[in-house]
């Protein structure tokens, strides 16, 4: 007689039930899922366990002496790389999807965990998993949007399938690393992208309500390492609006309470992680953080031109005085916030120091946050790495 297992009596939650991370729930997908049977082990935001998770996933937690390793995880190579011929309609020059395209092409998976978006809405996320290159295309740029990927968890067990990628953000990957042992599954590998101020879908409209010329034709946007937001519109026409000109006072409440909480922007937990903030204008981040990462982006390395990183300027002063304008919600007035843009660009952090500039700057407005609304999970929420990268700046009470 063959054993049921426990989490498969369990129940996935109706769609309007409130989560058990109450306002801190990411909708990461395993609550609709009977893997909720674990959520008090896996959710990312009841239970942070990132240092353990490192060592199931990587053999080693980051080695918090070595100042690339606390800011950036556990990784064995890191370096800048672009397609030579980029996918037309991707976030960046589609690394991503070429990796993913690549690995179902040579039988090393048979599906693909990745987010398509619905028909009526090019920004509202529907996860799926893809059995077919097209389906994976279909999946390319961000849906700027909280989405529940780990959804189709369910489906996996289902389907037989044995041989997984899961493409997904940080909270995504840490509940996926903590039930990993449950799926089945004979080999999985994570590909993740870094992630930072997500929004629910009504946060979005806002969002782009506030900051850009034609919230309806925006089609695509990114917080660049030009100190502005990109906005690209339906007729292939660009807008940029200076980060310091955001209408702070108004967007202040808009990211969701997850994101505000998250100290998991590098995504440490997958394998391998493709983002663009630690690279140059233009040029696309890669950190290999073990041997299946390197195996992953082995299979296009001749599809890429690369170069090592590089880090210039110094972040720390322009930290240290975004802290109290974020806190205070003030905002420039706009010639004031290009010329700022300009000034800081011309001298201010590049590369990898850029990286550090957004990390420290999310992680110290996030340790307020928690401070202020959820002190009593301050000291286990918070990892010691991002208490040692706070630790630097002079916080308001
Ligand atoms: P593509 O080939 O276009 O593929 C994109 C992949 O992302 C698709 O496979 C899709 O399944 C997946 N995806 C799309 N939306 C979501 C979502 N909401 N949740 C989970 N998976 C999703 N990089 C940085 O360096 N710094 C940042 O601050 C940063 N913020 C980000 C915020 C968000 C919400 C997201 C989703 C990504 C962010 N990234 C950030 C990563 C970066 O924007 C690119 O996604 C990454 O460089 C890959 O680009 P690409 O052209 O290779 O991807
Ligand atoms: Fe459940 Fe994920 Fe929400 Fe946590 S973040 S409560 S695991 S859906």
Redesign the pocket.
């Known amino acids: 007689m063959t054993s049921v297992s426990p989490h498969k009596k369990a129940r996935a939650l109706k769609p309007t039930s409130r989560?058990?991370?109450k306002e801190l729930?990411?909708?990461?997908?395993?609550?609709d899922t009977y893997y909720i049977h674990y959520?008090k082990e896996?959710?990312?935001?009841?239970n942070q366990q990132i240092g353990e998770l490192e060592e199931q996933a990587h053999r080693r937690s980051r080695d918090l002496d070595n100042p690339d390793e606390l800011y950036f995880g556990v990784h064995q190579d890191m370096m800048a790389a672009r397609k030579q011929q980029p996918i037309e309609g991707a976030q960046w020059t589609g690394i991503v999807s070429s990796i993913a395209i690549e690995m179902l092409n040579r039988g090393l998976v048979e599906g693909v965990v990745c987010v398509q978006n619905t028909k009526e809405d090019r920004f509202q996320p529907m996860p799926i998993i893809a059995r077919t290159p097209e389906e994976i295309l279909a999946a390319r740029v961000n849906k700027p949007t909280l989405s529940p990927n780990l959804s189709v968890l369910e489906q996996i067990e289902k389907s037989g399938m044995k041989r997984l990628l899961v493409i997904g953000v940080g909270?995504q990957i840490q509940?996926l690393r903590a039930v990993e042992k449950q799926l089945g599954l004979e080999k999985l590998y994570v590909l993740g992208t870094p992630c930072v101020d997500n929004v629910n879908r009504a946060g979005l409209q806002k969002f782009l309500e506030t900051t850009s010329r034609s919230p309806q034709t925006v089609v695509h946007y990114e917080f660049m390492q030009d100190f502005r937001v990109h906005f690209k519109h339906e007729d292939g026409s660009t807008e940029t609006v200076p980060f310091f000109g955001l209408k702070t006072n108004k967007l202040k409440d808009v990211f969701a309470p997850?994101c505000m909480s998250c100290f998991d922007y590098v995504n440490s937990l997958a394998d391998l992680v493709v983002g663009y903030m630690g690279a140059p204008f233009g040029w696309q981040w890669i950190l290999v953080r073990n041997d299946t990462g390197k195996e992953m982006l082995d299979l296009v390395k001749d599809q890429l031109d690369t170069q090592p990183v590089m880090s210039k300027g110094n972040r720390k002063e322009a930290v240290q005085q975004s802290i109290p304008a974020y806190d205070k919600g003030v905002t420039l007035p706009m010639w004031a916030a290009k010329l700022m843009g300009v000034v800081i660009e011309k001298i201010g952090p590049k590369g990898l120091e850029y990286a550090r500039f957004s990390i420290d700057s999310h992680f110290t407005r996030n340790y307020l946050y928690v401070k202020r609304n959820h002190p009593e999970k301050l000291e286990e929420h918070v990892p010691e790495y991002a208490k040692r990268i706070v630790g630097q700046y002079e916080l308001p009470e």
């Open positions: 989560r058990p991370a729930c990411s909708e990461c997908g395993l609550c959520v896996a959710c990312a935001f009841i909270c509940a997850s």
